[in-house]
C-alpha cells in the first residue's frame, strides 16, 4: 500500500543523501566514491524525496499528504541513521 | 560576534531546557499518550463493546434517552470523538425542579444503552493533564505550562542556532560512546523531527494563546464578552413558553451531514419539549483539519434550518487548522501512529537533553564521589521526572484493574494511585546512590508495565489472548503496547546495569570528557 | 553548580538578572504593546486582526527573549525593549482613543 511505499522511497532517498556525505561512505558502502557520483548520488536521494511527496500529496491530497511526508520521511531518516550506526559499529570491531 | 552569538544561545538553551525540562518531559509523555486517549478510555472501561453505528442512528437513540431519564433538562448535548470513540458522552442542564445532587452526565454505548462501565478518568485524564495538569487551580496550570512551553520554544530556536553541524552530523548516531551517544541521541530525535516538534511546541501555545495573550482581543474590543460572540456564535436557551413534541432528530443530522459532506461530532438541544426548541448540530473533530466546527441550527419543532455557521477569515482558518494539527483529532491510522512516534521522539529529546547534561558534568567534577548539591540535584530530579511518570502511569492502568469496580470516587483514586507512585520514586531516588537507582526505577516500570495485560487477563475477560481471537484490535494494540514498553524499560534498566558494573566504569567517572573527534 | 556560586560571588549573576527581567516580564510588557498595536493595523475586520496578531505574539515573545541574551550591552537591550515598548503603548492609545473599540 501507499504508507509502505511512501516508507520505502523515504529510507531510500536518505540513505542515498546519507551516501552522499564522504565522511560516511566508507562504513555505508566500503570506499569513497569520486565527487561526480557523490554529487549525482545526492541529486537522487533529493529527488527519490521530491518524487515521494508528489506521490503523498497526489494519493491523500496535499494537506495530509504533506504531513505524513513529513513524518515518514522522519522515520526513513531514522531507519538510514540507524543502518549507518549499526555499520560504523560493525566497522569499528577489531577483527 | 558570530561566536558570542552562538555561545550565549548555547547557554541559553542549556538553561531553558534544564529549568523546564522536567514538566517539559510530563507534557510530552502525557500528550503523546492522548493521541490514543480514545483507546485507553475504552480499554480502562472494558465493560463498554463498541457498537458501531452511524451519525444519525446514534444521536436519535440518544435523544430518546434523553427523553426518557431526563425530560425536564433546559439543556442537552450528545458529544462524539468521532469514528474512534467507543459510545457517546452526554451531558444535560437539569430542569428547575430536579433535585440537587440528580446526575448530569452519562456514557451511551454505539446502540443507545447507558455504559454501565466503572468511574474512571481513562486516556482523558492524561490529556487533560498535559496542559490543565492536576491538584493545582487550572488557571496557574495553564500559565505553568505556558510558560514551559514558551521556554521550549526559545529552547528549540537557540539549539538550531548552538548545532553547528546540523547538517553534517544529520545521520550521526555513535552508541555505546558515553557523553558522544547522549548528545547524538539528543539530536537526532530533535533535528530529524524536527518540523513536528517545532509544529507541537508554537500550536500548543496557541491552543491556549487568550490566556496567555488577551491584548489582542483587547485592542479591539472593550468588552471581551462581545469576541467571543462573534467568534463562537452559539444560540442560549430562550424563555420557555410552552410544551411542544421535539422533532426527530435522526432526518436533521442526516441533512447536515450530507450537507457538510462529513460526520456529525455534537448534537445540542435547547429547551427540548417546548416549542422554543433548538438543535444546533456541529461537524466532528475528524471532519476537517481545522477544530472550529461548522454547525447547523434547526428549530426543535418544525425541523426548520434557523442559520448556518461556518468559521470563516484567514486569521480563524490558521488559528483552527494550528490548534487541529497540535490535537490531530483528524488523523487515524497511520498518520497518527506517526504523530505517536513523534511525540515520542519529543519525549527522546527531553530526556535524553536532561541526561546529557548530567553525564558532560560528570566528566568535569572534581570529585565524582561527592559531587556539589547542582549536580546530585539534577540527577535526582531527572530519574524522579523521567522514571517516576511512565511508572505512574503503569500504576494507573493496574489500579484501573485492581480497585473495586464500584464505589464512588474510584477515578479519583486511580489518579492518586499515578501521583503516589510517581512520588514514590522522587523519595527513592533521593535516598538510594543515583546510578542504583536508575537501574531498580527502570526495572521496576518494566515489570509494571509487563504486568498491566496479565492483571487485565485476570480481573476480565477482555485478556490479550480473547482480543487477538476477536480481532478486537483496540484492546489487543493496547496491552501488546504494554509489552512492548516493558521489553524498551528492561532493556534501559539492563543497559544501565551493565554501565555501572562494567569494569571501565571506575575509569569513566574520572576521565574527563573526550573532545569530539571528526571522522575523515 | 559549582560555578553558579562563582557567578553569585562574581559580577557575572547582576547581568543574567538584567537579561532574564528583560527576557520575561519587560519582553511580556513590549510584546503585549506589539501585539494590541498589530491588532489595530491588521487589515480584514476587528475579529480576524484581533486573532492574527495574538498568533504573531509567541514568535515576537520567544524573538525578544533570545535576544535579551544575544545582544552584548544590557544598558542597549533595557533601553531599545523600553523604548519600542512606550512607542507602541503610545501608538496604541493614540489608535484607540481615536478608533475606539468594540
Known amino acids: ?95 | 560576534m558570530k561566536n558570542g552569538f552562538r555561545q550565549s544561545m548555547a547557554w541559553l538553551h542549556t538553561w531553558t531546557g534544564l529549568l523546564l525540562g522536567w514538566l517539559l518531559f510530563a507534557i510530552f509523555v502525557t500528550g503523546t499518550s492522548s493521541y490514543f486517549q480514545e483507546e485507553i478510555t475504552a480499554w480502562m472501561t472494558p465493560e463498554i463493546r463498541s457498537v458501531p453505528a452511524d451519525g444519525p442512528t446514534r444521536f436519535a437513540a440518544a435523544t430518546r434517552w434523553l427523553e426518557r431519564e431526563v425530560p425536564g433538562a433546559s439543556e442537552w448535548s450528545v458529544y462524539s470523538a468521532g469514528k474512534r470513540a467507543a459510545g457517546l458522552q452526554l451531558y444535560w442542564v437539569n430542569g428547575p425542579d430536579a433535585p440537587a445532587d440528580a446526575p448530569t452526565d452519562a456514557r451511551l454505548d454505539g446502540a443507545g444503552r447507558k455504559a454501565d462501565a466503572r468511574e474512571t478518568a481513562g486516556g482523558d485524564f492524561l490529556y487533560r493533564f498535559h496542559y490543565n495538569l492536576h491538584y493545582i487551580n487550572w488557571y496557574w496550570a495553564r500559565w505553568i505550562v505556558g510558560i514551559a512551553a514558551m521556554a521550549m520554544l526559545v529552547a528549540i530556536f537557540s539549539g538550531i542556532v548552538t548545532h553547528k553541524k546540523i547538517i553534517a552530523d544529520f545521520f550521526l548516531l555513535r552508541l555505546g560512546k558515553g557523553q558522544r551517544s547522549w548528545l547524538d541521541a539528543h539530536n537526532a530525535s530533535s533535528v530529524l523531527f524536527l518540523p513536528f516538534i517545532l509544529m507541537i511546541t508554537y500550536t500548543g501555545l496557541v491552543s491556549l494563546a487568550t490566556h496567555y495573550m488577551p491584548w489582542g482581543i483587547a485592542a479591539n474590543y472593550a468588552n471581551e464578552e462581545k469576541f467571543f460572540e462573534a467568534t463562537f456564535p452559539w444560540p442560549v436557551p430562550a424563555e420557555k413558553v410552552g410544551s411542544a413534541p421535539l422533532i426527530a432528530v435522526a432526518p436533521l443530522v442526516e441533512h447536515a451531514e450530507r450537507t457538510w459532506g462529513a460526520g456529525t461530532g455534537s448534537v445540542r438541544i435547547l429547551n427540548p419539549g417546548d416549542r422554543t426548541a433548538q438543535v444546533i448540530v456541529s461537524t466532528a473533530p475528524d471532519a476537517s483539519m481545522s477544530v472550529r466546527p461548522r454547525s447547523m441550527t434547526f428549530d426543535g419543532v418544525t425541523g426548520k434550518l434557523i442559520s448556518a455557521h461556518n468559521p470563516s477569515g484567514a486569521a480563524t482558518a490558521t488559528e483552527g487548522t494550528m490548534i487541529g494539527l497540535h490535537a490531530g483529532r483528524f488523523a487515524s491510522g497511520v498518520l497518527r501512529t506517526l504523530y505517536f512516534l513523534s511525540g515520542v521522539a519529543g519525549c527522546v529529546m527531553v530526556a535524553s537533553g536532561l541526561i546529557l547534561w548530567t553525564v558532560k558534568r560528570r566528566a568535569k567534577l572534581p570529585d565524582p564521589d561527592r559531587p556539589h548539591f547542582g549536580f546530585r540535584l539534577v540527577e535526582k530530579l531527572n530519574i524522579g521526572a523521567i522514571g517516576g511518570l511512565p511508572l505512574g502511569m503503569a500504576v494507573y492502568f493496574l489500579a484501573n484493574r485492581l480497585l473495586p469496580v464500584e464505589g464512588a470516587g474510584r477515578s479519583d483514586r486511580e489518579i492518586a494511585a499515578l501521583f503516589i507512585a510517581w512520588g514514590g520514586v522522587f523519595v527513592w531516588a533521593a535516598v538510594r546512590p543515583s546510578a542504583r537507582a536508575w537501574i531498580e526505577v527502570l526495572a521496576v516500570t518494566a515489570a509494571a508495565f509487563a504486568l498491566v495485560p496479565v492483571v487485565s487477563a485476570l480481573t476480565t475477560d477482555r485478556s490479550l489472548i480473547a482480543s487477538l481471537a476477536n480481532g478486537d484490535m483496540v484492546f489487543a494494540g493496547f496491552d501488546l503496547s504494554m509489552l512492548l514498553v516493558a521489553a524498551g524499560f528492561g532493556r534501559a534498566a539492563a543497559k544501565a546495569k551493565r554501565r555501572a558494573t562494567s569494569p571501565k566504569a571506575g575509569v569513566r567517572k574520572r576521565t574527563a570528557g573526550s573532545p569530539v573527534t571528526e571522522a575523515a | 553548580m559549582s560555578r553558579a556560586v562563582d557567578i553569585l560571588h562574581g559580577g557575572r549573576w547582576r547581568d543574567i538578572a538584567a537579561r532574564v527581567l528583560a527576557a520575561v516580564p519587560l519582553n511580556y510588557a513590549v510584546t503585549s504593546a506589539l501585539t494590541m498595536l498589530i491588532a489595530r493595523l491588521l487589515p480584514g475586520g476587528a475579529q480576524q486582526a484581533s486573532v492574527g496578531a495574538t498568533l504573531m505574539s509567541f514568535l515576537i515573545f520567544a524573538g525578544l527573549a533570545m535576544t535579551a541574551f544575544a545582544v552584548r550591552s544590557v544598558s542597549r537591550l533595557w533601553a531599545g525593549l523600553i523604548a519600542t515598548g512606550v512607542i507602541a503603548a503610545l501608538a496604541d492609545w493614540y489608535l484607540i482613543a481615536w478608533g475606539g473599540r468594540l
Not at chain 1, 501507499?2 to 556525505?21: E, I, K, M, Q
Request: hydrophobic letters at 50%.
Open chain 1, 1 to 95: 500500500m501507499t504508507h509502505l511505499l511512501l516508507l520505502f522511497l523515504a529510507t531510500l532517498g536518505f540513505a542515498l543523501l546519507c551516501v552522499s556525505r564522504v565522511r560516511h561512505q566508507r562504513d555505508l558502502i566500503g570506499r569513497k566514491l569520486s565527487e561526480r557520483t557523490t554529487d549525482f548520488v545526492r541529486w537522487c536521494g533529493v529527488a527519490i524525496l521530491a518524487l515521494a511527496y508528489l506521490l503523498a500529496g497526489y494519493r491523500f491530497g496535499w494537506a495530509v499528504g504533506t504531513l505524513e511526508w513529513l513524518g515518514l520521511s522522519s522515520i526513513g531518516a531514522v531507519l538510514t541513521m540507524a543502518m549507518l550506526s549499526h555499520r560504523s559499529g560493525q566497522n569499528s570491531l577489531p577483527r
